[in-house]
């Protein structure tokens, strides 16, 4: 039986979300499990020290809005069992949506398809994650975060808006929770291109993050986040892998 291939992608879209320290400690837990996830970085919008390639070098760039761009994902996934991580900026939807239009029923054939939305107190966090799932239905998996500045709070446009409860009876969700997000931290690692591992790792040269508050701070977020994946699990990685991961 050939294995399956697992694509992985966020949701381009609400800016300030907390987008990139997600993606950038998922692709981090991937490899804790011993896989080498392939990256790729759509965001062709962010050329600067935010983008994905700025934080992993590997991460190949791809002008999302160049014709048949997209098609190049089916390049990398040759190899049967392959991790893909994409990362989509804002305005990578239209072209997004058309390609799944085209060939969403052809990719289900030998990969497993996931979406990140990430909902933050911010409506239009919830207005954006509810776009992204009228446009690919039941094509894909949905993994939402909320990412909380404070525990259990600030999710009122998530709780109590009557589409969130259709999306979730429809599309069963996998749901997980950032808890005490500190986005003056974030910003400092987007500056600066750092992951959490660097600074764990204090593999870097920023006097700022030497400090043992700025490495409790990073090993905090890192737990928090590595347990958040670890429910969701059976999304993020492919069957035989989620059996392989446990073991």
């Avoid at 305005?91 to 029923?105: C, I, K």
Wanted: one cysteine or more; hydrophobic letters at 40%.
């Amino acid at each position: 039986m050939i294995r399956r291939s697992t694509i992985i992608f966020t949701q381009g879209g609400k800016g300030g979300v907390g987008k990139t320290t997600v993606v950038t400690a998922l692709t981090a837990w991937i490899r804790t499990k011993g896989f080498d996830p392939i990256l790729l970085d759509f965001d062709s919008e962010n050329r600067d020290k935010s983008s994905f390639q700025s934080f992993y070098p590997e991460a190949q760039k791809i002008d999302i809005h160049a014709p048949d761009s997209l098609d190049r994902v089916f390049h990398f996934l040759e190899k049967p069992g392959t991790i893909l991580i994409a990362d989509q900026g804002a305005g990578s939807g239209a072209e997004t949506f058309s390609w799944f239009d085209r060939t969403a029923e052809i990719v289900r054939e030998f990969a497993n398809v996931n979406s990140i939305g990430i909902v933050t107190k911010d409506p239009g966090s919830v207005e954006s994650v509810l776009t992204w799932a009228y446009h690919l239905g039941d094509r894909v998996r949905y993994l939402i975060v909320l990412n909380e500045l404070v525990r259990g709070t600030g999710f009122d446009a998530w709780c109590t808006a009557p589409q969130v409860n259709e999306f979730i009876a429809a599309a069963q969700p996998s749901v997980i929770a950032f808890q005490n997000r500190n986005p003056d931290f974030e910003d400092m690692l987007r500056a600066n291109h750092l992951t959490l591992e660097k600074v764990i790792s204090r593999q870097h040269s920023i006097s700022w993050f030497h400090s043992l508050t700025r490495i409790v701070q990073a090993r905090r977020y890192q737990q928090e986040a590595y347990n958040a994946f670890e429910s969701a699990l059976h999304v993020l990685l492919p069957a035989d892998k989620t059996e392989m991961a446990a073991a």
